[in-house]
């Protein structure tokens, strides 16, 4: 099983999704960014890392705020969500189409990658704070 992280970024009461790109698996899906992690590297590293490589800013993480196992076709995945926040840098994606602030109201409009719903859904149910 390959482990995943993902970061929930809240800047302004909205959260940052970012969408796949065309070429991806899951094109077209939402999903929280974030992505795999690398030997000896620790899931808060991972994310750090990721979205310096994704947006170019760098975030500190918090609090973990659970996991998704998810089983795709290809592979099984194990989502590790965290609570991040954005320190500094200008928002410039390099791995994604798009990227949306969305408010918990927007959330459910947009067709997320399924290992991210769990996710998705603690949001709406205010499980998750914004």
Request: proline share 4%; aromatic share 10%.
């Amino acid at each position: 099983m390959k482990s995943v992280t993902a970061a929930i970024l809240i800047k302004d009461n909205k959260i940052l999704i970012a969408k796949r790109k065309i070429n991806d698996k899951l094109a077209g899906k939402w999903e929280f960014p974030g992505g795999t992690i690398e030997d000896g590297e620790t899931p808060e590293e991972c994310l750090k890392r990721e979205m310096k490589e994704e947006f170019d800013i760098d975030v500190s993480v918090g609090d973990s705020l659970g996991e998704s196992i998810y089983h795709y076709s290809q592979e099984a995945i194990q989502l590790l969500a965290y609570r991040s926040y954005w320190k500094s840098g200008v928002m410039e994606p390099q791995a994604h189409d798009e990227y949306r602030w969305v408010t918990i109201d927007e959330i459910d409009t947009y067709d997320f990658a399924p290992a991210d719903i769990p996710f998705v859904d603690k949001i709406r149910r205010k499980e998750i704070e914004i």
